[in-house]
């Protein structure tokens, strides 16, 4: 399952969702593909589901609403084991996991 | 004219390193085309700003510090974004966005043209801002949004206010004579 276009990508393989590029879309509507895979990834998903932002580069407002809008659906259900991965060097990669955590605190951060 | 102040507005440039403004006329361009501008502008307010900051020590204990790229294009962007989104569409003014770097802090100011129709909400949106605790209403608001956000995240100015611990003002000018209303955000982040 994937989303692609020249500034980013959303793969899901394997148990790991990996955002990559910038994220830059414009409001809910332009955000609707990538929270639709999200949410449909995680209605079947089973094993733990990792989300890999090591290469996400920019994500704006609407994009940490898409983000935060997935993370409340998933600890609604209480049923999926969520990991997120991003890098410790980068600060708002740091602030924006953590932010994630206080959402939902079952998930597990791997600051690499 | 009349002026309304809400928050943190400082206007004063004097002392100022390093001045740059930005104008961009919406209506040249689609909204898609325009959106895209915001991104491109940010980026090079960005990288220009980087090159102050190369071999500065880093006094801000901001969670996500002003001297990392992508604390500025943040800022930038998110400002710019809020000025498409509510710039009066039948204004022929610029969208005019500056920053002005001292010693000790970044501002920045976005200037353009809202529509009255969207002022009562914005200034409503404002003072609950000012006046309640940022970081409640920024978790408060991830949680309601996720129920719905019809009426669009309201995230940005929190995030600006918790994330990178930006303090924020806004300047209503408003005419006699029933034109546009203007409208100076300002964005003010600890080097």
């Avoid at chain 2, 102050?52 to 943040?74: C, E, L, M, R, W």
């Avoid at chain 2, 204004?91 to 129709?117: A, C, G, M, P, R």
Wanted: proline share 3%; charged share 20%.
């Amino acid at each position: 399952m994937e989303i692609k276009t020249d500034e980013y990508s959303v793969t899901y393989d394997s148990d790991i969702i990996v955002c990559k590029g910038s994220l830059l879309l414009n409001s809910s509507a332009e955000y609707a593909p990538i929270l639709n895979l999200f949410n449909s990834v995680a209605e079947k998903q089973i094993q733990p589901l990792t989300l890999d932002v090591r290469n996400l580069e920019f994500l704006n407002s609407s994009g940490i609403n898409t983000f935060t809008k997935f993370i409340v659906n998933v600890r609604k259900k209480q049923v999926l084991q969520l990991i997120a991965i991003g890098y410790g060097e980068i600060p708002w990669q740091v602030r924006f996991l953590k932010n994630l955590q206080r959402l939902m605190p079952s998930l597990v951060l791997k600051l690499e | 004219m009349e002026t309304q102040i809400f928050g943190h507005f400082v206007e004063d440039s004097s002392g100022s390193m390093e001045y740059l403004k930005i104008g961009l006329l919406p209506s040249c361009l689609s909204i898609k085309e325009s959106w895209q501008t915001n991104g491109l502008s940010a980026d090079f307010i960005a990288n220009y700003v980087q090159t102050f900051f190369i071999g500065q020590p880093q006094n801000t204990d901001a969670p996500i510090p002003i001297q990392s790229k992508h604390a500025v294009k943040y800022i930038a962007n998110e400002l710019l974004e809020n000025a498409m989104k509510f710039n009066d569409n039948k204004s022929q003014h610029f969208i005019e966005i500056s920053f002005k770097l001292y010693n000790d802090k970044l501002i920045f100011h976005v200037t353009h043209d809202v529509n009255s129709k969207n002022v009562v909400k914005l200034k409503e949106f404002l003072k609950e801002i000012i006046n309640g605790d940022p970081q409640d209403l920024y978790f408060n608001r991830m949680e309601a949004n996720a129920i719905n956000d019809d009426k669009g995240s309201g995230l940005g100015l929190l995030s600006m206010m918790c994330d990178y611990s930006a303090k924020l003002g806004w300047k209503f000018e408003i005419s006699k004579y029933n034109a546009p209303i203007t409208l100076t955000t300002m964005v003010c982040l600890n080097i």
